[in-house]
Each structure stands twice: as C-alpha cells, then as structure tokens.
C-alpha cells in the first residue's frame, strides 16, 4: 500500500524508489565466485545473467543466489575484460529479466539507485548521474558506449549490479573494475551488445596486428623528408614472431604515421582502428622507415585470448 | 497504485515536477526530529545525540555515547540537564538516560522491520560537533534476523562521530532507528523494536524493584 496518496510528494518519491528497488531487484542475483563476500549480477534474458568480469574468480563451481533466496549453479558463458563483463548461463531455476532503459542518455542530476545482492538481501544506495560523455575506450581496449559518472556511494559486493533510474528501468551495469577508485556505469546499449557476443562465441572477438609501438616525435626535417604535417607518431617497438605485422613485414624501428589514411598519435588510436569486424582484412600501415614514407598492407588478425 | 495506466515513471516524476514540495517536506521531516534530538555529553568527549523517547524524562542514546553513571542532557531548547545513566547495554549499544523535565515531546516510532530497501530516511544530529545537521539517505537494507550490528538497520547516509545515538528516521519524520556506527561507509543504527524491548526490560526491571522494596 503506497504511502503517496496521503504523504505528500516526499513520500511518494520515497514509495517509488522503493518499488523501484522491489521490482528490479527481483532481476539482481548473488554470483559466488570469489572467496570473501560474493558480487552481484543481473538477469538480462531468461537463464542469463551478466556481471563484471573481475568478481568471477573461477571458471568452474559458480553459485547464484536468486531473488527468492534459492541457490543454484551457473555456467560461464564467457568474458570480456576489456568491459569488465561476464555472462552466466543458469542450469535451472528461473528469474524474470530486468526491463532496460530505453536507448538514450541519462541526464545530469537524474536521480539513480545502484542496486547490488553482496548476500541473501537485495542493497540500495541512493544519488545523481554526475556526468554524462560519448563513447570512451577503456585501457585494455574496450568500448564503451557513454561514459557514466555517478555521484554515488558503492559498498562491497556491488560490482555486477544495475544502475536503475527512479522508473525502475536498468541503466546500465555497475563496476569498480574500469577505473581506479571510482564507480562507472557500463550502459545498457553496450552490455547488450557484449552480451550477445559472449552468448554467440564465448569472447568478444578483437583485431590484432602485434605490435607494441611507443609515441615518438617526429623532427622538422624528417617531417619534411616525409611531407607529412603531422609532428608525432608511434615507434614500433617490439613484432611480436608470426603475428599479422610480422607476416606483413613490419619492422622494429618503422615510425607509423597512419593507419588507412587515419593518422595515429596514441596507441589507443590503434586499438581503436581493431575493431572485431576488422578480422581478417588488410589494412594499410603508413609508415616511415630509413627517413622514407612506405606503405605496409598487413591482414588484421584475431587477438589470441589470455590463457589459451 | 493503478499500475496499468500510472507506470512508476510518471510517479516519480510528477512527485518532483508537480510542486516544490519534496524539499519542503524534508525541511518539515529535520524540524519535526530536531524537537525529539538532544545533545548528550559525557566526560571531556565531544557530544553526542540522544532521542527524547517518553514523555517522562527517558531519553536514548549510544552506550558508547554515555559511557559513566552520569551525562549532561542539553534540549533543544537549550535547557542542560543532568541525566542519570538508568540502563546501559553495550551490546545493543543502548544507554538509557532519566532526566528531570516538563513538556519533553517524545519522538514518534515506527517498527523499522517494515521498512524496504529504497525508501528515504533522514538522520539527525551534531556530527563533528556540528549541532542539529540533517542528512538524507536510502534504506540500504532493512533488519534482519541475525544478531549484532550485522543484522541491523543498514542506511546509504553520510553519517560522522557525533552523529552516534541520534535518529534515522523515515520520510513521515518517524523515528525508524538509533545511529549507532559507520561500517564501510554505512551508516548502522539500532532498529526501534531492539530500543522498545530494551526500554521495556528497564521498565519491567523497575516496577520489580519498586514491588520488592
């Protein structure tokens, strides 16, 4: 029974938020799969649940606590470190799917609630969208749609849980995996996509070249000898044997000015050029070597994954 | 509510877009506690807060918060009082305090086992020796069954030293609990049905004594 109808809008705010916290937190699970306390995780399709990557410790022997205080066991579908993501597969039981927020920004100032199950009991904790920005690259290379700033204070075991608007619509999933001593918001636009990889092939496939560079700049007169204004690029410092660069003749020493007419500055820009669907084409390095501009055609390959 | 044609969205917005009265209310939940909030003060510690809970002269606090058989009652009016440590339970963290005064207004109570995680609560006291500083916060988890501070009222509220054994209370301005410590950034306060049997026993405690004399 609300308490709006006769408290006036203070109550009724509270009433919503809690209802809020009731309905979506029918959809946020317990992930035992670390020692100490467990994290959180959220029911994004039937007998699928998503989590932050860095709370699954093991591959194997993973429990799920359910909203109705039920325990059973989860697959791991698969992971993508590069977002902090995971996805689960239930072996049984069953659990309604959170409803996402429609695609669109949050506002600054929109009131939000992160929810989390660190237990038996569902925990909320109340603030602000802080910030809102485009898409951002993580450091080990990830996408993420929209930035997303939270004036908000997380507690243990929150990492894996949703970040859910006063409607009780997710917005996204929360993880203190992504950036150092603060809580980020991964949206739901890019868990869904995630998602759907993981749920498809296991990992979020990721082009690759191999090869670690380092910025350099570039002096006057080699600028001039290049005809480039550009004033900076990436030394190759390492080809790692066998891989795509290395089959394609790059060499350790080349200064890479450019990738498909895309001057790079930054290694993140290659990263950022290695994209899943990249897999398998060529891609043209521009590349200065011995004072002279050459262009090296190399065919993206698949990043191999850690551990295999 | 009519869910089907008035989703929550609606609510919540409407409840911020319709008036400014959200903002008012608060002010109304923080003045309605300040009348019920003392200062307590106990040796040369800085002070801490205390709820008037009856009318004749019992007010709650902290056991941490009142640590001797006596402490210095400061009302909202400012009227200082000697109390007389009647009970204290360090376990539940409960000092019961009796003071000696007129037209004391004691605090409304709610059983806080009723509350749900995500309702709003306020809290009330001196943190840092600020006096009479409200803050705003979210049931983070109600009480559970378990024994000690883990079982109880759990709120995402900024809370500091100073704000020990003053209210938390929900948006009708009732009291839902005692602040009692900050773990992990919680806020921790004893739930009112602990304070209400703990008031209880020293009241049975008293009319047993009263009968055997």
Redo the contacts between chains.
């Keep these: 029974m609300p308490a709006s109808s006769s408290g006036g809008p203070l109550a009724a705010l509270s009433d919503d938020l809690a209802a809020a916290v009731d309905t979506v937190g029918r959809s946020v699970v317990a992930i035992h799969a670390r020692r100490r306390i467990p994290a959180s995780g959220v029911v994004w399709q039937p007998g699928v649940i998503v989590a932050a990557h860095h709370t699954i410790q093991r591959d194997d022997d993973i429990n799920v606590t359910l909203h109705d205080g039920t325990t059973t066991t989860a697959t791991l579908a698969g992971r993508d470190p590069s977002t902090d993501l995971a996805v689960l597969r239930l072996v049984s039981g069953a659990a309604a799917p959170a409803a996402a927020a429609a695609d669109g920004a949050p506002r600054v100032g929109q009131l939000v609630l992160a929810l989390g199950r660190p237990g038996t009991t569902v925990t909320a904790s109340l603030g602000i969208v802080s910030a809102v920005g485009g898409e951002w690259r993580t450091w080990q290379g990830g996408t993420i749609d929209r930035f997303i700033r939270l004036d908000l204070d997380v507690y243990d075991g929150f990492s894996g849980g949703p970040l859910v608007d006063a409607g009780g619509r997710v917005v996204g999933i929360n993880t203190s995996g992504l950036a150092r001593a603060t809580a980020l918001t991964v949206p739901a636009s890019t868990v869904g996509r995630v998602a759907g990889q993981l749920l498809e092939r296991g990992h979020v496939a990721r082009g690759w070249l191999g090869l670690a560079t380092q910025p350099v700049r570039l002096p006057p007169p080699l600028q001039r000898g290049l005809g480039t204004e550009a004033d900076g690029g990436l030394v190759i410092v390492n080809v790692e044997p066998d891989s795509p660069a290395d089959r394609g003749g790059v060499l350790i020493g080349d200064i890479l000015l450019a990738l498909d007419d895309v001057s790079v500055r930054d290694p993140g820009d290659v990263l950022a050029a290695l994209g899943g669907d990249r897999i398998g084409k060529a891609i043209t390095l521009h590349v200065a070597r011995g004072g002279r501009a050459e262009r090296v055609s190399v065919t993206v390959g698949e990043r191999p994954r850690a551990g295999r | 509510?009519p869910g089907a044609e008035s989703?929550?969205?609606r609510?919540?917005?409407s409840?911020?877009h319709?008036?400014f009265?959200?903002e008012t209310?608060?002010a109304e939940?923080a003045e309605r506690l300040g009348r019920v909030t003392v200062q307590v003060r106990a040796g040369g510690r800085s002070a801490g807060a205390g709820v008037v809970w009856l009318r004749s002269g019992i007010v709650i606090t902290n056991a941490h918060v009142a640590a001797g058989p006596r402490a210095e009652v400061v009302l909202p009016d400012g009227r200082a009082l000697t109390a007389v440590v009647a009970a204290r339970d360090p376990r539940r963290d409960l000092a019961l305090l009796s003071v000696t005064a007129e037209d004391l207004e004691p605090a409304l109570r709610v059983d806080a086992r009723g509350l749900?995680?995500?309702?709003?609560v306020v809290a009330l006291g001196h943190p840092l020796g600020v006096a009479y500083a409200a803050a705003l916060?979210?049931?983070?988890?109600?009480p559970?069954g378990a024994r000690g501070p883990a079982g109880w009222l759990?709120a995402?509220i900024?809370l500091a030293p100073g704000n020990s054994g003053g209210p938390l209370a929900?948006?009708?301005g009732r009291v839902v609990g005692i602040n009692a410590m900050i773990v992990?950034?919680?806020g921790i306060a004893v739930p009112t049905h602990l304070v209400e049997a703990f008031v209880r026993e020293f009241e049975a405690a008293t009319r047993g004594g009263a009968r055997a004399a």
């Design positions: 509510m989703p929550v969205p609510c919540a917005e409840a911020l319709a008036s009265g959200v209310a608060l939940v749900r995680a995500g309702e709003l916060g979210m049931v983070h988890r109600a559970t759990h995402d900024r929900d948006v009708a992990g950034g919680l």
